[in-house]
């Protein structure tokens, strides 16, 4: 009998983000391909960590997270979206938002339950899917505004349809869904009685004065919604993979379950860390992170003009797809790469967020940079217009 890999590795290969940011660290270069956010962390976050590190936090915490983590949790989202959380039995703290996801995935569908996911779509939420042998089922957002059609989603419906992913703000589009869409969402998930998972991991980076709203704070909709967020992009600590998972508690027990089979808990002092930093940080520091994350979008979009490529602006999250039609290449991989070699500045193929032959005219880059960096992004692509 031959040795062989499993049939699941065919579901989780080397994405596009990572081998886009091995060929920028062969080549030197400013990786604006992975959604690494090298800002500077809360002080707060640091010491909290830190103090508890030295004080012993060092082993085993509840499956759920630690207790002052979720009920600070539970207090930020009241705050900011209005959602009433037990925090004892409707809070799930894992190994980051993609562990979150993964445990709800695991806990809620079944092999060959079909979930509606809006294209283009982030990458390990597909793989994700496709791990635990759930089945993707497609529905284009239209350019420019990102929108979509009830139409659209109605004939994505089949007896095997179990849920819908909805990520808001988005990544790679940057799409924020507003109250009207998300209660047409709900509206057809009730209808159809489906879940819904939502990943709200940029819910403070909101630009040019619109707001997040949370799907589960709809009306019949908190019993159905699994919604999923974090600290790693909120605290600029993405290796710190602290994410959660906040639902009904009949499916928040299960999800808790697999989060202790798959990882146990997550890493104790670092839990501590994004305590301290929600206890003591007010509002005005998420408030702040939209001003500040607005203006590195318009130097970097106002740089991608400048460069002849041009950019998808975005109403949230950190990133900008940009169209690549004067780049040499026939596909998506070829115009990133050759933007690499040219410039040295790193992004990602369009087709990464596309499950056909979508997005070859588009390139992702990332802006969650320190200004110095960003600003040297910038002048680096402006060595396209001479290509």
């Not at 301290?276 to 979008?297: F, M, P, T």
Request: charged content about 20%.
């Amino acid at each position: 009998m031959a040795l062989k890999l499993g049939e699941r590795c065919g579901c989780v290969m080397q994405s596009e983000i990572r081998s886009m940011s091995i060929e920028c660290a062969r080549m030197g270069g400013i990786n604006l391909s992975q959604g690494v956010c090298d800002t500077p962390v809360p002080l707060e976050v640091l010491q909290g960590a830190a103090d508890a590190i030295m004080q012993g936090v060092n082993i085993y915490t509840h499956h759920t997270g630690i207790r002052e983590l979720r009920e600070a949790i539970a207090d930020k989202q009241r705050r900011f979206t209005g959602m009433e959380l037990d925090p004892e039995h409707e809070i799930v703290v894992s190994a980051g938002a993609t562990g979150a996801m993964y445990c709800a995935f695991q806990a809620l569908l079944n092999r060959g339950d079909e979930v509606i996911v809006f294209e283009p779509y982030y990458g390990y939420h597909v793989s994700t899917l496709r791990a635990v042998e759930a089945v993707p089922v497609f529905v284009s957002l239209d350019a420019p505004d990102w929108s979509f059609r009830i139409e659209n989603l109605e004939a994505a419906v089949t007896p095997g349809t179990r849920a819908l992913l909805v990520n808001t703000p988005a990544n790679p589009s940057g799409k924020v869904f507003s109250r009207d869409e998300l209660a047409l969402i709900a509206d057809f998930a009730v209808r159809h009685d489906l879940f819904v998972f939502t990943d709200e991991m940029y819910e403070h980076f909101v630009y040019d004065g619109l707001s997040h709203c949370s799907l589960a704070t709809l009306p019949g909709m908190k019993e159905r919604t699994i919604t999923v967020s974090g600290l790693s992009k909120t605290f600029s600590v993405t290796g710190w993979r602290i994410g959660y998972a906040m639902c009904d508690a009949r499916w928040a027990g299960a999800i808790g379950y697999f989060n202790d089979l798959f990882y146990v808990c997550a890493p104790s002092p670092l839990q501590a860390g994004v305590a301290a930093g929600l206890l003591s940080l007010d509002d005005g520091y998420y408030q702040a992170l939209s001003v500040e994350y607005a203006a590195k979008r318009e130097l970097f979009c106002q740089a991608l003009v400048e460069a002849g490529l041009r950019p998808h602006i975005p109403q949230g999250a950190y990133y900008v797809l940009a169209d690549t039609d004067g780049v040499p290449g026939s596909t998506a991989r070829e115009r990133a790469m050759h933007i690499l070699r040219k410039t040295g500045v790193a992004s990602v193929p369009g087709s990464a967020f596309y499950h056909g032959k979508g997005g070859e005219s588009l390139v992702r880059f990332c802006f969650a940079k320190d200004t110095p960096v960003l600003e040297a992004a910038c002048e680096k692509l402006l060595k396209l217009r001479f290509s």
